[in-house]
């Protein structure tokens, strides 16, 4: 016997007839491959109560009925000659339709019993349109009707009729929300998609009331990358029959938008949410379909032919992040996993929030809940119902926004708080601090997609110091990400003679990245050797040049140093996977006067600028860019070319007071500066 906790009996005191123990769903699932909102639908019809006695009785009930008319695969055989036999029969099983130009009829596909070519009558079609997007979990009277001079399928449909409460009032589950604190509330969704939050932390509680955003906000856009094993694809494969999971992210403009040929939208005009599965799989077989979902993201509209057509469907990309998220956040972006044809500051832009899948812990038994929570069905009726309101305005009555957000960034924070009142506060009943909390979270989420866009796309996205401003007393305070904290590349102290960190370009994308530099010293006969900085001619001559200049300059910093007396080994590397380094002349002769004379470069600098064939400097490309590269990677001092000068207004005045600067005006003069000499 389960012993109810005090969540448990106010929940069957408010809600009596739509909670269910979702104990018995986890239970009977291991035994039945359907989703959960079909489980719980026959729940709710015979154990929707706390009798134990009933629930027994209703667990038999539910086990007789999966047994006799649900179709397993490799039963279909035996409910066909059933069906036959009995010539009517009811079966449990997800139904799929589509138009037959030819015979101007609709054909069904019945899954699991494998009927196919089965006419369906149009009033179905336009009752439950989904059947022609996917397909639909379904109570099915099947008939058999053998005719031999018919060319038909001998299965005839009788009687359809989806999963689903017959009737939701969503007024009831509103005006009792006011019975239940806050934090008990958020007990009651994590419970209710099968979570138990006694033995969760309060972030990931937030987290999994995050995720059902998009079944209550219209045109909501969310990724959530992480590890393995951490359900981020479960609760928009099983909670709710208003929701597809597309697995492995294979799909067409046809199917997602609109098929020209026959004239009908896609899955964007059927389902409240279209959630892609693995990320890193994604592929658009159409050329343009990319830029299509872009214009959707941004606008819930798209066009094809003559066409203009508006949805509400809300975007979900869920993928895996593989290795340490302190290591990606160093040497590369969050947003990585997306095949790179998506790599694209345009389409992330365009995402309202970004949940951090890493701090979710991976599923283990004890994270599954068996107490009490909503039926999903009906929950998910609820949540549907919560779409025709918007609580974007909560924010106004308490807040401002800084002055980092632009206009996309408000339109993101703003839906974000607007999904997480309506969870959390689908009566309308909070105050002051209950906005505060879900305006940070928002915040955090977007201030996250921001981050990525920086990297991926440099200075035009600098401005990632998100705030809000308190009306009331006028405080402005800021939000930071977790993952980003304490990530410093370079690190505070003295690091080993001829150790360095400089920006590098790409050759031919022009893009810059962070390098750091090694040297390895030993007597010799002035042999140097090299790995880390790519191949080609280019590359070859570049480092050649900084050693004859070395050679020759030598003796103009250190009297006592010689060159020809060490052997020498530089590594270059490359931390941000620019593939083969170039405009590093200066950095590898710093590098090479620190480790010949001993002495180090002066902590958390970072070389700026380059030199050509004897020693002219070298402007950096992108002065901006380099000095948020820098910044990002925890650089308190940057040695920089008096030519960079030029560059100097263009950069936002907030970054150039983050460094000490020293500027040097010929390589030997900033090998002095570099080392501290003055």
Known sequence: MVIMDELDIKLNQYYAGKVVRKDLTKNIKEGANVPSYVLEYLLGMYCATDNEDDIKQGIGMVKHVLADNFVRPDEAEKIKSKIREKGRYKIIDKVSARLNENTDSYEGHIFNININKITVDDSYIRKYEKLLCGGIWCIIDMEYVYDENSRTSPFRIANLKP?????????????????????????????????????????????????????????YNICELGPRGT?????????????????????????????????????????????????AGINMKDKDGIQIMKGYMANGSFSRGKESINANTSMVFVGNINGSIENLVKVSHLLSPFPKDMIDTAFFDRFHHYLPGWEI???????????????????????????????????????????????????????????LMKLLFPDGVYDKEDVRLCLEYALVG??????????????????????????????????STPENGGSALIPEGDLQPGALYSIANQPDEGNLGLVRLDLQIMPGNGKFTHTGFGSGTKISDELKEAVNYCRSNLNRISQNARFADCEMHIKATDINGLGVLSGLELAVFISLVSGITGRSIQSQMCVLGSMSIGGTIIPTSDLAGALQIAHDAGAKRILIPVADMMQYSK???????????????????AAFKALGIK
Request: glycine content about 6%.
């Open 163 to 219: 999963i689903q409460m017959p009737a939701t009032d969503v007024e009831e589950y509103i005006g009792n929300r006011k019975f239940f604190t806050l934090e008990e509330w958020i007990e009651v969704i994590c419970r209710s998609v099968g979570m138990e939050p006694s033995n969760l932390d309060k972030q990931t509680r937030w987290h999994l009331v995050a995720r059902m955003i998009p079944f209550v906000e219209n045109n």
């Open 231 to 279: 359900g981020k694809s479960y609760v928009y494969d099983e909670l709710s029959p208003y929701s597809i999971l597309i697995s492995g992210g294979q799909t067409t403009v046809a199917n997602l938008f609109y098929n020209m040929g026959r004239h009908t939208v896609g899955l964007v005009g059927t389902w409240d949410v279209v959630a892609f599965d693995e990320v």
């Open 361 to 419: 812990p991976k599923m283990r038994p004890e994270f599954f809940t068996d107490s009490y929570g909503f039926i999903s069905d009906y929950f998910s009726e609820c949540l549907r119902e919560m779409r025709k309101r918007n609580f974007s305005d909560a924010i106004q009555k308490y807040f401002r926004l800084g002055k980092d957000l632009n206009q996309r960034d408000v339109i993101a924070v703003k839906k974000t708080v607007s999904g």
């Open 446 to 479: 977007r201030r996250r997609i921001k981050e990525q866009l920086k990297k991926i796309g440099g200075l035009e996205f600098y401005d990632v110091h998100f705030s809000y401003i308190d009306l009331e007393d006028g405080e402005e305070r800021y939000v």
């Open 651 to 669: 950069v936002p005045a907030d970054l150039i007071s983050k460094f000490s600067l020293d500027v040097y005006s010929d390589p030997v003069d």
